[in-house]
C-alpha cells in the first residue's frame, strides 16, 4: 500500500473515532465530567507507557528532562487539553452535542486569529471574509441560545491554543500523550482518591461494563490520537486539513439525529453562516496551494524583496 493511501486510511480512521465520540462519553454516565476526565488521564498515561515500553522507547524522557522550557510548555499544553477534554465531556453529558460539534466547527478560523495575533501572520482578503462571517454566525448563535456559545467557544480557542503550542514543541504523539498525562495525572489521581473517601466514585459501583469502560478511555484517547500521527506524516497539509471537518460533521449528525437536540431555524442559520465561513477559507487554502506549487522557487533576496517589511 502506498504512503498516501496508507496516509489517508489513518487520517479517516482518527476522524471517524473522533466523530464519534459522544456515542462513547454518553456510556460513562453516571459519572461526572470531572471524574471522566480524571480517568481519562490516568489510563492514557497506563496505556501510552505500556506502548512505549513494548516499543523500547523512553530514551526521550532524559533528553526532555535537561529542557526546561520545553516541560513548561507541555504543562502548558497539558493544562489546555484538560481543559478541553472536561468542557467537552461536560457539554455531551449534559445534551449539547450540538454546541460542541461548533466549537470544532469554529476551531480552524480561531486558529487563524492566533496566528495573526501571535505568530504575526498576514491574512489573505478571502481568510479576512471567512472570519468576518463567522463572527457573524457567532452573533446569531448568541441570539438564538440567548448567550454566548461559551462551551463551543471554549473548545474552540483551548484547542487551537493546544495546537499552537504543540507545533512549537514538535513532540511525537505517543511521546507528547505520555508527558502531558504525566503531568495530569497527580492531580487526577488525587481526585479520583478524594471521590472514593467520600464515597461518590462510580468506578466500580455502577457495574462492571460501566468500569470497563473507564479503563478503556486510556485506549479511546490515544488511538486516534496515533492515527492522526500517522496520517500527518504521510499527508499534505491541505489534505488534512480537508479531512478535519469529518469530526464535527459527525458529532453534529450524532447530536441531532441520535440525541434529537433541537435545531431551531435560527441556530441552524447560525450553523450555515460557520459552514459558509468554513467553504471560503477552505477554498482560499486550496487555491493558494495551487498557486504555490506553479510558482517557480525563488532565493531568499527576491522574496525579501518581493515582500517588505514581512517578519522573520
Not at 489546555?80 to 455531551?92: D, K
Not at 441520535?258 to 486550496?286: C, K, N, Q, S, Y
Request: hydrophobic residues 55%; contains cysteine; proline residues 5%.
Amino acid at each position: 500500500m502506498s504512503p498516501l493511501r496508507l496516509g489517508y486510511l489513518y487520517g479517516l480512521g482518527a476522524y471517524l473515532l473522533w466523530g464519534f465520540f459522544p456515542l462513547y462519553f454518553k456510556l460513562l454516565r453516571p459519572a461526572g465530567a470531572l471524574e471522566i476526565l480524571a480517568h481519562r488521564v490516568v489510563w492514557s498515561l497506563a496505556f501510552v507507557a505500556l506502548l512505549l515500553a513494548a516499543l523500547r522507547n523512553v530514551g526521550f524522557l532524559r533528553a526532555l528532562a535537561r529542557r526546561p522550557r520545553a516541560l513548561l510548555g507541555i504543562s502548558a499544553a497539558a493544562a489546555l487539553i484538560a481543559v478541553n477534554w472536561a468542557t467537552y465531556i461536560y457539554g455531551v453529558n449534559s445534551g449539547r452535542v450540538v454546541e460542541t460539534a461548533l466549537g470544532y466547527f469554529i476551531n480552524p478560523l480561531v486558529s487563524v486569529l492566533l496566528g495573526v495575533g501571535v505568530l504575526r501572520e498576514r491574512l489573505r482578503p478571502a481568510q479576512w471574509l471567512a472570519l468576518g462571517v463567522g463572527g457573524a454566525a457567532v452573533a446569531v448563535l448568541t441570539v438564538d441560545y440567548g448567550r454566548l456559545p461559551w462551551l463551543a467557544l471554549t473548545l474552540a480557542v483551548t484547542f487551537a491554543a493546544y495546537g499552537l503550542v504543540k507545533k512549537r514543541l514538535a513532540l511525537p504523539a505517543a511521546e507528547g500523550l505520555f508527558v502531558e498525562s504525566a503531568v495530569l495525572a497527580l492531580p487526577a489521581l488525587g481526585y479520583l482518591g478524594w471521590l472514593a473517601a467520600a464515597d461518590d466514585a462510580t468506578f466500580g459501583h455502577v457495574s462492571a461494563g460501566h468500569t470497563v469502560l473507564l479503563v478503556l478511555a486510556g485506549a479511546v484517547t490515544a488511538i486516534p490520537l496515533l492515527l492522526f500521527a500517522g496520517a500527518a506524516n504521510r499527508l499534505p497539509l491541505t489534505a488534512l486539513g480537508m479531512l478535519q471537518y469529518l469530526t464535527p460533521v459527525l458529532q453534529f449528525a450524532c447530536g441531532v439525529l441520535i440525541f434529537h437536540e433541537p435545531m431551531p431555524p435560527a441556530r441552524l442559520a447560525g450553523f450555515a453562516l460557520v459552514w459558509a465561513a468554513l467553504l471560503v477559507f477552505t477554498a482560499d487554502a486550496l487555491a493558494h496551494t495551487r498557486r504555490t506549487r506553479r510558482t517557480p522557487t525563488r532565493t531568499g533576496r527576491d522574496l525579501a524583496a518581493a515582500t517588505p517589511g514581512t517578519r522573520r
